[in-house]
Each structure stands twice: as C-alpha cells, then as structure tokens.
C-alpha cells in the first residue's frame, strides 16, 4: 500500500471530540427551569456503555451561564441529549411550555410554544 489513504476512516488514537450545547436562555432568564439543576440532571443519567454514572472522562458536563456544553470523547448522539432534555422537561412539568428545537448542527435550544394570538372572533 502506498500510504496515500493511511488516516481513512480514522487512526487509532485519534480522539473524536465532540461538544453539543443545549441553551436554556429563554426558560433560565424566566426562572422557570434552573441550568445547573438540569446539568446535575444530565451528570446522572447519561449512560456510557449501558450504565448510569459512568461518564468517566469521556462525557463532560459543563454549566456556562444560561447554556449546558457537553463534551464528548466516544462517539455520542445529540438525539440521545434531546431525549433526555424532553425527559427532564416531563420530569419539571414542563413539556406543556417548552419545546427543544435544534438552532444549529450541534446546539439544542429550549423554545417556547408559539400560541397563535390571531382574533379569535373570526369565526362569527
């Protein structure tokens, strides 16, 4: 082999790291939901290999300001962090209000529902 393709798919020891951010700015600001509850949250139930509380050095978690930045050293699934944000939302009672929309290819951010406020009279 010549060598030309040596680094495909990828060599071993490379570290993929990954960071997602979830960003609770419009809930946090309304005191309705607390980032630092939700990162403590996270710290429990993501799962490494099948087990809670395994995170090790792989997976951290970070509260900066309003948002949750999670670091990730093995390969991980941004889908698997909005399922555990709609989780903890369930948990606080809160999926009525919020929804989690992605607002870029690795942020997660915590939305309000927007309620039509048209006339409501129109149908007379």
């Known amino acids: 082999s010549s060598g030309i393709n040596a680094e495909w798919p990828l060599r071993p020891g ?5 960071k997602f951010v979830l960003d609770c700015t ?3 600001e309304d005191k309705i ?4 509850d ?5 710290n429990e139930k993501i799962k490494v290999a099948g087990k809670t509380g395994n995170l090790g050095t792989n997976v951290i978690i970070q509260k900066e300001g309003f948002k949750v ?6 390969p991980f699934s941004k889908r698997y962090l909005k399922y ?3 989780k903890y ?4 009672n809160l999926r009525d209000w919020l929804r989690v929309v992605a607002s870029s290819p690795s942020t997660y951010e915590l939305r309000y ?10 149908e007379d």
Do not use: E, G
């Not at 939901?33 to 630092?36: A, E, H, I, K, R």
């Open 33 to 36: 939901l607390d980032p630092s």
């Open 113 to 122: 529902f927007q309620i039509n406020q048209d006339d409501d009279d129109a």
């Open 26 to 28: 419009h809930p946090a």
């Open 38 to 42: 939700f990162a403590t949250y996270l």
């Open 89 to 92: 939302l369930k948990k606080q």
């Open 69 to 74: 930045n999670i670091l990730s050293d093995i």
């Open 14 to 18: 490379k570290k993929v790291q990954k």
């Open 84 to 86: 555990l944000t709609k």
